[in-house]
């Protein structure tokens, strides 16, 4: 069964303080790795997608980087705005299909 | 492009009652999602649209739920009867695209659901 496990389940950095966020997935087939990120009361928003181990994609204060097993969300010198629930999520299959599995989430608070 | 629109962003109701929950997408995307999130099962697909046509709706956990797409531009989620464990927040979300390079969802505010 295809699962997706994020960790940990909550995180709480000083401001400045970096850290990495763990997604770890067996899935058969990986189409696409996603992180969303997700404010409280709002819809998730996209970050980033990454397609085959080895690739990195950078955003600001984010990078995101992926292995055969794994996912990683670098937040290097994090600012309160970074507080949020980031969410991973992958598309598997054989064939294009619309269905994200997603992760529980990590939530993330840092202080000033 | 006001994004994906949905409506109502709060229903309270009591058990038994019919809940339609409604969507607009994003003008242009072929792609219609109706997810679930709740704290202990995280965001779970229900059903998504194609060009308004249902392709997958494995994720519709009973008869009480239903979906339809009449038209590009609007999509209604329904429960009926509800019941308290139906009680989570519901996103729409839509892409134009599943080709892997572009298959970004875009995700709406979501309506959030308690039924007593």
């Known amino acids: 069964e295809d699962q997706v496990t994020q960790s940990p389940e909550a995180l709480r950095l000083q401001e400045g303080e970096s850290s990495s966020l763990n997604c770890s997935y067996t899935?058969?087939?990986?189409?696409?790795l996603f992180w969303y990120r997700q404010d409280p009361g709002k819809g998730p928003e996209f970050l980033f997608t990454l397609y085959s181990a080895g690739e990195e994609k950078e955003k600001e204060r984010l990078k995101a980087t992926l292995t055969k097993k794994e996912s990683f969300l670098h937040i290097t010198a994090p600012k309160p705005e970074d507080s949020a629930t980031y969410l991973c999520a992958v598309q598997a299959g054989s064939s294009n299909t619309g269905k994200l599995i997603f992760g529980q989430g990590t939530t993330l608070q840092v202080k000033p | 492009d006001a994004g994906v629109i949905q409506s109502p962003r709060h229903e309270v109701t009591e058990m038994g009652q019919e809940v339609t929950l409604r969507c607009k997408p994003i003008s242009g995307h072929d792609y219609l999602f109706w997810y679930r999130q709740t704290m202990m099962r995280g965001l779970e697909l229900l059903i998504y649209?194609?060009?308004?046509?249902?392709?997958?709706d494995s994720g519709m956990p009973e008869d009480r739920f239903s979906a339809k797409m009449p038209n590009a531009s609007f999509s209604t989620l329904k429960i009926q009867p509800s019941e308290p464990r139906d009680s989570a927040v519901y996103f729409c979300?839509?892409?134009?695209?599943?080709?892997?390079?572009?298959?970004?969802?875009?995700f709406g505010a979501g309506s959030r659901l308690t039924v007593l």
């Open positions: 649209f194609n060009n308004n046509v249902p392709i997958d």
């Open positions: 979300a839509s892409t134009p695209s599943l080709t892997y390079w572009a298959n970004v969802l875009t």
């Open positions: 899935v058969s087939g990986l189409r696409g």
